[in-house]
């Protein structure tokens, strides 16, 4: 007998029935999540990097698309990347109007991602809230709030007492930088960052996307101009497609293809802290310094700073910015003082040279690129992989995505949401 | 923590500096056209190895420094002043 919604073979569509039906018998009827594929000699699309956009790329050219002859080659084992490294924060509060209809549209797939996946990706709308600490600070984020209702994007100013009401915790009144208010975000929040690959994989594998494992890309192989396959440690496999889906790495892979990206490679840290009761039920942002945190369904406090900054490509960080998010922790929400640190850890990213991400053809034809996602990829998973997988099936850029091709450099029309200009350190 | 060996204070702990990045690139002549102010202003090597750099020595003797620094290992290699020519050294590991 098989159990309610399972073929033969596959992983089956996941309910509570399902569950019930396990919990009765056992638990013997699940299977592999995704099919550990074998590497075929060539593939209409190969994409590089096994990673939150590579998956969803995948996903959507096999589902929204129809291309079905798809691989997606990962160096190691699923997850291990920058979409299990994350902080799992989800927003569309931008200032340039680009940014807000590109996140706005990958929040909306995220609000309708678990039903499309069949997957329980634990997204949780929460809001995000941000705080500001002068009045000039006040009245930039007034205007990048309206210039998010002018979008329909949600956005709701908190006075110092809703504040308050809403995050007991918060010190208002710290000798340095008082908190005047906030600004939230309701539909922002957090998902489960391993759901979010293990979904996606799940999904495109019984979508017939071929999903390759310890499999390292070490050259592009190219005839004149053109694209025509990969080397890799598991031999060659020939493609009409290439999709560079490896942002911290892409300056290395595009090498490979003789191009020079502008974006440098920098690390940023996470930090887990022991678990407590419920304490933060919003994703809370400092204003005055670099630091947000968030508590998980676990009760650990998740939280982070700003990159290191410095070009490194170690997946790791060092004391000095561990100690100034300490630092702007301790003065945001001095009640935490005696909480220990359970882990910390980095992930290194494509820092590009505007602070905003890259999707994109490339000057070698058939070779598509998506990267230089800073420390925003999380949000952006959906949405990333609509618009590649837009890109690779159309060969034009999707209407929300025209904006981030690497023609902008050359062209002046970078998208800098800070105003900082070309120093990915100082973003 | 770095510890950087500055040529005129000794080695100082790395927050006395503030990271000005990739040192290897130069400013084209005026004429050079866009091609090569794009590939000034925004194209990075971005090396998995050896890296060339600036850093500030904003609070110590605020002068300009250059640096060999591996990006993996973060080991430091070479140091000299502003004008000094460093060079790479040959192997790149890390790729």
Redesign the interface.
């Known amino acids: 007998m098989t159990a309610p919604g399972k073929t033969r073979g596959s992983p089956g569509r996941y309910s509570a029935l399902r569950l019930v039906w396990e919990g009765l018998t056992g638990h013997t009827g699940w299977s592999q999540a995704w099919r550990k594929a074998e590497p075929r000699p060539a593939y209409q699309v190969v994409i590089v990097g096994g990673g939150g956009h590579g998956l969803a790329t995948a996903y959507y050219l096999a589902t929204e698309f129809g291309i079905r002859n798809v691989a997606v080659l990962e160096r190691g084992p699923i997850g291990l990347g920058n979409v299990g490294r994350n902080t799992t924060i989800i927003r569309s509060n931008y200032f340039q109007p680009d940014n807000v209809r590109f996140y706005e549209f990958s929040l909306k797939l995220w609000e309708g991602l678990e039903h499309a996946l069949n997957f329980n990706a634990m997204v949780s709308q929460r809001g995000t809230l941000n705080l500001f600490h002068t009045e000039a600070q006040r009245d930039l984020f007034t205007r990048r709030a309206n210039g998010m209702r002018l979008q329909g994007v949600d956005a709701v100013a908190l006075s110092r007492a809703e504040v308050k009401a809403r995050v007991p915790l918060v010190d208002l009144d710290n000798g340095r930088y008082p908190v005047l208010g906030g600004f939230l975000q309701p539909r922002g929040g957090t998902v489960r960052h391993d759901a979010v690959a293990w979904g996606y994989a799940r999904a495109a594998s019984a979508a017939g996307v071929d999903i390759i494992e310890q499999c390292a890309v070490t050259g592009i192989r190219r005839d004149g101009r053109r694209v025509t396959g990969l080397d890799t440690t598991r031999g060659l496999i020939g493609a009409d497609t290439v999709c560079l889906c490896v942002a911290g790495?892409s300056?290395?892979l595009a090498e490979m293809a003789g191009l020079?990206?502008?974006?440098?490679?920098h690390v940023l840290q996470a930090f887990v802290s022991e678990a407590i009761k419920p304490v933060l039920d919003v994703v809370l942002t400092y204003g005055a310094g670099h630091f947000y945190v968030s508590q998980s369904d676990k009760g650990g406090l998740v939280f982070g700073g700003a990159i290191d900054?410095?070009?490194?490509?170690?997946q790791r960080g060092?004391?000095?910015m561990a100690e100034e998010v300490a630092g702007a922790a301790m003065t945001l929400l001095p009640g935490l003082a005696r909480l220990r640190v359970l882990r910390q850890w980095g992930g290194v990213m494509d820092m590009s040279?505007d602070g905003s991400p890259i999707i994109s053809k490339t000057p070698v034809d058939g070779l598509i690129l998506n990267g230089g996602w800073c420390y925003g990829g999380f949000k952006a998973i959906p949405a990333g992989g609509m618009t590649t997988a837009h890109l690779i099936a159309r060969g034009e850029p999707h209407p929300v995505a025209a904006h981030l091709d690497l023609g902008r450099?050359?062209s002046g029309r970078t998208i800098d949401e800070r105003g900082i200009g070309?120093?990915?350190?100082l973003h | 923590m770095l510890r950087i060996p500055c040529p005129w204070c000794g080695e100082r702990d790395e927050i006395e500096f503030r990271y000005r990045g990739d040192a290897s690139k130069s400013r084209p002549a005026a004429d050079a056209g866009l091609e090569a102010f794009l590939n000034y202003t925004y194209a990075r090597e971005n090396q998995c190895g050896w890296h060339l750099e600036w850093w500030l020595h904003v609070a110590g003797c605020r002068k300009l420094i250059k640096l060999v620094r591996h990006t993996q290992s973060h080991e430091i290699r070479a140091v000299g002043r502003a004008e000094d020519p460093l060079s790479l050294p040959p192997e790149r590991s890390g790729r």
């Open positions: 790495h300056s290395q020079t990206l502008p974006i440098e490679t900054g410095y070009n490194t490509y170690a060092t004391l000095p040279m450099f050359a070309p120093y990915p350190y």
